[in-house]
């Protein structure tokens, strides 16, 4: 297995790799698009709230929704990945703020709001925009 992940490293950039490549074939679970299975996740740790109601400690959603949510923070890391990479190569000029580690801020929100909604951003908004 290891040398199989290594061969698929050989044949192609590490930016450009599909995801796949790094996935192991173990791991590969098919989902079909009519699994209509709904899970009921629930946080661990209660919100404290502040003069307002706290939200709800679960949330209903499916398989698919969730694999979506992890492609698109996976998309995330890779285009910040590739933008480091050409920071470091100075071919990115002045500041450049990353977003590493908080993919799942940008994909949540999104997930939480609609395309109508407005949103702000002071710097690292590459994924933000990416969502958006």
């Known amino acids: 297995m290891a040398l199989a992940h290594v061969a698929s490293l050989t044949l192609c950039s590490n930016l450009l790799c599909p995801i796949s490549a790094f996935i192991s074939p173990n791991l590969h679970r098919q989902l079909s698009t009519d699994d209509t299975r709904t899970l009921t996740i629930k946080t661990s740790v209660p919100f404290t709230s502040h003069k307002c109601k706290s939200p709800s400690r679960s949330v209903e959603t499916t398989p698919l929704e969730l694999l979506s949510f992890f492609r698109d923070m996976v998309t995330m ?56």
């Not at 450049?96 to 940008?106: R, S, V």
Request: net charge positive.
């Open 77 to 132: 890391r890779r285009m910040e990945i590739a933008t480091d990479s050409l920071y470091k190569a100075k071919l990115i000029s002045r500041f450049c703020h990353l977003y590493d580690g908080q993919e799942a801020i940008a994909v949540s929100m999104e997930a939480a709001i609609t395309k109508k909604d407005s949103i702000i951003t002071a710097y690292r908004e590459h994924c933000t925009f990416l969502g958006r």
